[in-house]
């Protein structure tokens, strides 16, 4: 079946520091990953889009120099949060899309002491 | 932008009645997908409907795409289906992006 893996599952990181988060798909070819932020309050933020043979879309508020992301292959994406701060804490999530249905990793969940 | 809203936001039901997730939505969905989210913040894709009716165990959806809704139907509710339940969606044109709705938290009682 698909399955997409995702780690860490949970990382702390100190106000200012930087982590990489990494996804991928297993079972089937992705063609489209995408980043979602989940706040505290539950609500889904789109980060970016990176789709099969073009460049990755960052939405507003989003940028690629405080969120770079890296997607080399079908399977496979990482993204690294770059000097993190209070507000950039909540859970990730990153979808990657099969012919039709999305399947989402179980998340990464930061936490920025 | 697109909107999704889901009602109730939240639902309180003793084990075994029946539960049922409104999800409306705010242009016509060309995507639409029911997750499940555990405590621990795993994110389940429960059922892909971007139009009609479709089953998968006790889940049933159903979505209209003219009036722009989608159900699900929860039968028979257990305990262990405690959780949050979103729908999410993309528009025409929405370029494999999913909107998601706010979440009905549902809560099984014993």
């Known amino acids: 079946g698909a399955l997409v893996y995702q780690y860490p599952r949970r990382t702390i990181c100190k106000s200012g520091t930087s982590m990489r988060m990494e996804c991928q798909a297993v079972g089937f070819q992705a063609t489209s990953v995408a980043w979602y932020r989940q706040s505290p309050q539950k609500t889904f933020e789109l980060i970016a889009l990176?789709?099969?043979?073009?460049?990755?879309?960052?939405e507003q508020n989003f940028t690629q120099e405080k969120f770079p992301i890296s997607h080399p292959n079908l399977s496979f994406s990482s993204m690294t949060v770059l000097n993190a701060y209070l507000e950039d804490r909540g859970l990730y999530l990153c979808g990657a899309r099969g012919l039709t249905e999305v399947f989402f990793g179980k998340g990464t969940r930061l936490t920025v002491v | 932008g697109q909107q999704v809203q889901q009602s109730p936001a939240s639902l309180v039901l003793q084990e075994g009645e029946n539960a049922e997730l409104q999800c409306n939505f705010s242009?016509?969905?060309?995507?639409l997908q029911w997750f499940y989210q555990r405590p621990g913040g795993s994110l389940v894709s429960l059922l892909y409907n971007p139009s009609g009716t479709k089953h998968t165990g006790r889940l049933t959806s159903t979505t209209v795409t003219k009036e722009r809704r989608s159900s699900l139907h929860i039968s028979s509710s257990q305990i262990t289906d405690s959780g949050t339940y979103f729908c999410a969606m993309e528009g025409a044109g929405g370029a494999d992006r999913l909107t998601f709705g706010k979440g009905t938290q549902l809560i099984i009682q014993p």
């Open positions: 990176s789709t099969v043979n073009s460049a990755i879309k960052y």
């Open positions: 242009s016509t969905a060309t995507q």
